[in-house]
């Protein structure tokens, strides 16, 4: 029989691994299960041709984050002496050639974006590639199973998977949660968003820090991650609208990225040698929940998080599995 923890946590982005890393300090035994190879959701980075002597390095999901909330700034200070997060730039350049400066730090991971997942699941139990398909709640305790039969036991539960992906979890638990929850939970739909990584024959042509954000087009932004200091090669990624990322969500991945890289060609500057397309289903919510984390009994107890509960930002993942975090130390 699995051990049985005191928390479950599915879903191991930001807001999740927050939440466990509290958790853990508060001295509760807790475990993070998440479907992806590793921990991290849209904290996410990759490597073209990792056979090279420099591969070519990209943040192809969150691209920055600013630090407005005290907590969240207290914590970005720790991790900037730990030298896992530094200053990108205060500010980026528009495609109407203005340039957006706030004075508002704009801080990006070290090496890259990942490095803040790979910082918090540092000492914590965490199960990759594991996609739960059930949901039961045992006597007291719940019992969560993956697509290969394995089982997962815990005290309570938190879900910090997309919103709309924990409900049909749910439904197909035949766990019904009370109808103005369930309502409440259901108005939370996300946008999709396509990334595009291009790999590019030489420098391109964004002005300095490299980031350009669009207005009314089928790009929504474009940043070189050579300047951003995270790839010794000439590393472009392209976020999407999502209105073309609703509009395309189901052509086919090579014709998109065509479209997408012949929309910015002008600020390439340099042959694209190759690039690969990521399609985010849930990438940006279109509404917030009132509070920055729910809870409820299921009939055990059962916990909701993630970045629609507080803002679609870094900064509201994080807050949201603090949040968490504070309602379960209740238990």
């Given at each position: 029989?699995?051990?049985?923890?005191?928390?479950?946590?599915?879903?191991?982005g930001l807001s999740g691994l927050t939440a466990a890393s509290k958790i853990r300090e508060g001295g509760r035994t807790v475990r993070v299960l998440d479907k992806g190879r590793a921990p991290g959701g849209r904290m996410a980075s990759r490597r073209f041709d990792r056979s090279a002597a420099t591969?070519?390095?990209?943040?192809?999901?969150?691209?920055?984050?600013?630090?407005?909330?005290?907590?969240?700034?207290?914590?970005?200070?720790?991790?900037?002496?730990?030298?896992?997060?530094?200053?990108?730039?205060?500010?980026?350049?528009?495609?109407?050639?203005?340039?957006?400066?706030?004075?508002?730090?704009?801080?990006?991971?070290?090496?890259?974006?990942?490095?803040?997942?790979?910082?918090?699941?540092?000492?914590?139990?965490?199960?990759?590639?594991?996609?739960?398909?059930?949901?039961?709640?045992?006597?007291?305790?719940?019992?969560?199973?993956?697509?290969?039969?394995?089982?997962?036991?815990?005290?309570?539960?938190?879900?910090?998977?997309?919103?709309?992906?924990?409900?049909?979890?749910?439904?197909?638990?035949?766990?019904?949660?009370?109808?103005?929850?369930?309502?409440?939970?259901?108005?939370?739909?996300?946008?999709?968003?396509?990334?595009?990584?291009?790999?590019?024959?030489?420098?391109?042509?964004?002005?300095?820090?490299?980031?350009?954000?669009?207005?009314?087009?089928?790009?929504?932004?474009?940043?070189?991650?050579?300047?951003?200091?995270?790839?010794?090669?000439?590393?472009?990624?392209?976020?999407?609208?999502?209105?073309?990322?609703?509009?395309?969500?189901?052509?086919?991945?090579?014709?998109?990225?065509?479209?997408?890289?012949?929309?910015?060609?002008?600020?390439?500057?340099?042959?694209?040698?190759?690039?690969?397309?990521?399609?985010?289903?849930?990438?940006?919510?279109?509404?917030?929940?009132?509070?920055?984390?729910?809870?409820?009994?299921?009939?055990?107890?059962?916990?909701?998080?993630?970045?629609?509960?507080?803002?679609?930002?870094?900064?509201?993942?994080?807050?949201?599995?603090?949040?968490?975090?504070?309602?379960?130390?209740?238990?």
């Amino acid at each position: 029989m699995a051990e049985t923890v005191d928390c479950l946590v599915i879903g191991g982005g930001l807001s999740g691994l927050t939440a466990a890393s509290k958790i853990r300090e508060g001295g509760r035994t807790v475990r993070v299960l998440d479907k992806g190879r590793a921990p991290g959701g849209r904290m996410a980075s990759r490597r073209f041709d990792r056979s090279a002597a420099t591969p070519a390095v990209f943040d192809y999901g969150a691209q920055y984050f600013t630090a407005r909330d005290p907590r969240f700034r207290a914590e970005v200070q720790k991790w900037e002496a730990l030298g896992i997060v530094k200053i990108w730039a205060n500010g980026f350049h528009m495609t109407d050639g203005r340039h957006k400066d706030t004075g508002e730090p704009r801080y990006r991971g070290v090496p890259h974006m990942r490095a803040i997942a790979d910082h918090l699941s540092s000492g914590l139990d965490c199960r990759s590639s594991v996609r739960i398909v059930r949901l039961e709640a045992r006597g007291q305790t719940w019992v969560c199973t993956d697509e290969r039969g394995e089982q997962y036991r815990g005290r309570a539960l938190l879900l910090t998977m997309p919103v709309p992906q924990a409900l049909i979890l749910l439904d197909d638990s035949h766990l019904a949660l009370d109808p103005p929850l369930h309502a409440a939970l259901g108005k939370l739909q996300f946008s999709p968003v396509f990334s595009v990584l291009l790999r590019l024959r030489g420098p391109s042509n964004l002005l300095s820090p490299g980031g350009l954000w669009f207005s009314d087009h089928p790009v929504s932004w474009l940043a070189d991650n050579a300047q951003k200091g995270i790839s010794r090669e000439s590393a472009i990624i392209l976020h999407a609208s999502p209105e073309f990322s609703q509009r395309h969500f189901d052509t086919p991945p090579e014709e998109v990225g065509k479209m997408l890289i012949d929309s910015v060609e002008d600020w390439l500057g340099s042959e694209v040698l190759d690039f690969q397309v990521h399609r985010w289903r849930y990438s940006f919510p279109q509404a917030t929940y009132p509070r920055p984390a729910e809870s409820t009994l299921c009939p055990l107890p059962l916990f909701f998080a993630g970045d629609a509960f507080v803002a679609p930002r870094v900064e509201g993942a994080y807050l949201s599995g603090l949040a968490a975090a504070e309602l379960m130390s209740g238990l």
